[in-house]
């Protein structure tokens, strides 16, 4: 499919050879108040003089500058910024190439935003770079109007989810995850609903405003929220096969110096399961084939509610929060068959277990910003506190037979029950001073307290009596104080920039095995550089180099000593004496720009020290024993191709080709030899506007090889297509989706061990379809666009300005 698009752009480019002779003039200027001549951050779309099809979009700087690049044409050019009229210039013509085109000082004029102004607002492109981050509008898709927030993940570049729901950024599970630049608050990602995300962002080498947590960088999940003047709202109902359903209602309120803003999810799931696994022990040989089924239901419900006031011109204070809840129940049955060297059955055993579950999530946020002056000097402020419960309960049993049928030993019974707590307190507080144009600095602290309180409860069958067994429960608390100070200097001369950046973390940990009495400490400083360098040229756009400083710190399940035996095969315990894990991490981007296509590769280099890994091996010669320890380090590097293409104004192309390889240091985890490989993947997604309010939607990614520390995962692959029709202005919309029509995904993997080898397969029921209807009401013409400057600071928006040409 990536061919294919390789293909449309290389015909496009030879239908009209001429662009690729292209010369590019530049456009400058300044945005000023109409009164004091104050700059203006303002938002700039350029436009062919009779088309309504964008061709670049840019952001003036903190001096209100901008620069546009075009050929030569006649062009216009809209300029909007909140609180102001928007402003239309008509006829500006380039007639000659390489040519600088100064527009005379460009003055807008503050309005009411409860006047009748309308801001023209036009199609987001799936990916922009914003500075620092890619930032990915999943909100744009058809596709991503079910499910969970994993779906919507598995379809943007760079982002892996594999079966057991865990998110890898370019190969690599060492990733920190936020919700809307804040400590992630949900005990799992099944609890966000797919059409409750705007958009992702990717921060691959975040800069030293971030906190230093996540090899591979940050991604960061932003939630919708309606920024309309008056009342607005959205409402959106779907059902789909296999007993799946959601609906959602956001609604807004912007009147005066008060916006209230509130949203509601609800939604209902079914799935099954079939998973099968066969392993070989060496020593005595042997053989075991496993086959197994699950099936359940999930409902989730989400809520989230918020209101801002301007105190003043330039302050504003708000606060918001947000529960949801996810109830699941299911059931699960396997079958084993244990053979010797021959292959001939020497026993076996049945295993069935009914699971239960009911989590929440919460979070509650005050936040302030402040303008100090009309030169971009800000102070802003942010204390937020949130916190997650997972109890689940399963009741198992266990059945064992001989090679003829025959019970061996009385059923192994079991009850399980977890209760999972987590809490989050964090205080930020961010100073912004540009001293001059292009020249910055920035300062910051940031605290934050974690606590995991997490508890095992198991009672064993004995004698048709159940039994608390001491054995197995435990109950470990694990608490992380976390103090940090940074600093950012950031300046530049003409299409030149840079920023450097400095960050001091003291980690604070403390784990304690309750039942046991048992307590360990950790406590370390640490040091974070962060660099980003960045060139912009005409045509090729910009070249940017990259550098981070990351760190990873052990989870509470991968310190938690207590061994937990799952089944009379398998063993799993913790190891507190897990140090974290450290990756110097380089970056070396490009984006070239033209009116048929642009071309981002990416290239990366991460040496990784003191690596966190899963460590494997076997005892009393069948029994598998799984606990983590710190390998000596790894150097992972690759690549990441993303293409665009508008060249048909009814045609958007996109698709991502990527390649990573990653090689262990010294000695093995395991006696594993294939340590090192490559694993890649590919992507691409069609999206095509036949006017009339008719669009259709296609995305399909195929999943190579992935190399890990003991084995490899199976490739797969998937296509998922969407058609949507409008009506009424655009007010009114259907939707008909399809997941995987062709049943081509599954998971897997071939792991090769200490003393074993196995193969694993799990296939769901993913052939999907869906039927959609979404109603958009009230003032559905007017935005207000207001800024959350806090969540923005967090998460660098004041200091990313946007790309020409994305």
């Known amino acids: 499919m990536l061919i294919m698009l390789l293909l449309s752009i290389s015909c496009t480019f030879a239908q009209d050879s001429s662009l690729v002779k292209l010369s590019f003039s530049i456009i400058t200027g300044i945005v000023t108040d109409i009164k004091d001549n104050s700059p203006i951050e303002a938002d700039i779309i350029l436009f062919h003089s009779k088309d309504t099809v964008k061709i670049s979009t840019v952001k003036c700087d903190t001096s209100g500058k901008f620069s546009l690049s075009a050929t030569t044409g006649t062009y216009k050019i809209e300029f909007s910024a909140v609180g102001y009229a928007s402003l239309m210039i008509d006829n500006i013509k380039i007639l000659a190439a390489d040519t600088t085109i100064t527009l005379e000082a460009v003055k807008l004029k503050k309005q009411d935003v409860t006047t009748e102004e309308v801001l023209v607002e036009g199609e987001k492109q799936f990916m922009t770079l914003e500075g620092d981050k890619k930032v990915f509008n999943v909100d744009q898709s058809m596709l991503n109007k079910s499910g969970t927030v994993l779906d919507v993940m598995r379809k943007v570049p760079l982002i892996d989810v594999d079966l057991n729901d865990n998110v890898t950024l370019r190969g690599s599970t060492n990733v920190k995850i936020l919700i809307d630049n804040k400590e992630n608050r949900y005990g799992s990602l099944k609890q966000i609903p797919a059409d409750a995300v ?29 920024d309309k003047v008056g009342f607005s709202g959205d409402a959106f109902l779907q059902a789909g096969s296999q007993d799946k359903y959601n609906a959602s209602l956001d609604l807004n309120l912007k009147k005066n110096k008060v916006t209230v803003y509130s949203s509601g999810y609800y939604g209902i799931y079914h799935y099954s399961n079939n998973n099968n696994s066969s392993t070989q022990y060496y020593i005595p040989l042997s053989f075991l084939l496993l086959n197994g089924s699950s099936s359940g239901k999930s409902i989730y419900f989400t809520g989230n509610a918020g209101l801002e006031y301007d105190i003043k011109e330039g302050h504003t204070i708000g606060i918001e929060g947000s529960y949801t809840g ?39 946020s005050i936040y302030y910003n402040g303008k100090l002056n009309k030169t971009g000097r800000e102070l802003s402020g942010d204390v937020t506190f949130s916190g997650n419960y997972t109890p689940t309960h399963s009741v198992s049993s266990t059945d064992y037979f001989d090679a003829f049928g025959e019970p061996t030993i009385p059923t192994h019974g079991q009850i399980d029950d977890r209760k999972n707590h987590f809490y989050n307190l964090n205080v930020q507080a961010d100073y912004t001073n540009p001293v001059k144009d292009k020249t910055k600095f920035e300062l910051g602290y940031k605290g934050f307290v974690r606590l995991n309180d997490n508890r095992y409860d198991s009672d064993t069958l004995d004698n048709d009596v159940f039994v608390f067994n001491y054995s197995v429960s435990n109950r470990f608390k694990l608490t992380d104080y976390i103090n940090a100070l940074y600093g950012t200097f950031q300046s530049g ?67 938690n000593p207590f061994v937990i035996r799952s089944d009379q095969r ?14 110097d991490s380089y970056e070396l981007s490009l984006m070239f720009y033209s009116k048929i296509i642009s071309v981002t590769p990416m290239l990366f280099l991460r040496r990784s020290r003191d690596i966190i890994s899963n460590y494997t091996y ?25 293409l665009n293409s508008q060249s048909l104004g009814w045609l958007n192309l996109n698709g991502t080709l990527s390649f990573y390889k990653t090689k262990f240091d010294g000695e093995a985890i395991t006696d594993y030899l294939a340590e090192e490989g490559f694993s890649w993947k590919a992507n691409i997604r069609a999206f095509l ?81 869906y039927l959609g209807v979404s109603y958009t009401f009230g003032n559905t013409g007017e935005y207000f666009q207001k800024k959350k400057k806090v969540k923005q600071n967090q998460n660098e928006q004041n200091d990313q300005q946007e790309q020409n040409n994305k």
Not at 328 to 342: E, M, N, Q, R, W
Not at 343 to 356: A, C, G, M, P
Not at 570 to 583: A, H, Q, R, V
């Open 618 to 642: 076997i005892t009393d010669s069948v029994v598998t024993v799984t606990t983590y320890r710190n390998a000596q380090g790894s150097n992972a590097y690759g690549m990441d191709l993303i």
């Open 570 to 583: 398998y063993i799993y315990f913790g190891n507190p004496d897990l140090n974290p894990e450290f990756t």
């Open 326 to 364: 996810y109830n699941y129940d299911g059931s699960y049955l396997s079958s084993t068959l244990l053979s010797d060297s021959l292959q001939n059955l020497t026993s076996s055993y049945d295993e069935s277990s009914v699971y239960s579950g009911n989590s929440g999530s919460y979070m509650a």
């Open 493 to 559: 001369y003409k299409n030149f920039t840079f920023k450097l950046g400095l960050r001091l973390e003291q980690t604070n940990t403390k784990g304690e095995l309750v039942n046991t009495g048992s307590v360990f400490y950790k406590n370390y400083l640490n040091i974070f550089p962060t660099i980003s360098i960045t060139q912009d040229f005409g045509q090729m756009s910009h070249i940017q180099f990259m550098y981070s400083r990351r760190i990873t710190r052990p989870n509470v399940y991968r310190l």
């Open 198 to 226: 705007e958009k992702i962002e990717v921060l691959t080498n975040p800069p030293a405003k971030y906190e230093a947590e996540g090899v591979t960088g940050i991604i960061n999940i932003v939630m919708k929220k309606i």
């Open 689 to 769: 506007s036949f006017g009339k309010g008719f669009q259709i939607e296609m995305y399909y990614y195929y999943m190579g090889k992935k190399i890990n520390a003991q084995g490899t995962n199976v490739p797969y692959g998937s296509l998922t297509a969407g058609i949507r029709q409008s009506f009424l202005k655009d007010k009114l919309t259907f939707n008909l989706t399809v997941n995987d029509p062709f049943k081509t995904m599954q998971w897997g993997s071939d792991i090769d061990g200490i003393g074993y080898k196995s193969t694993s397969r799990s296939n769901y029921n993913t052939r999907t379809f």
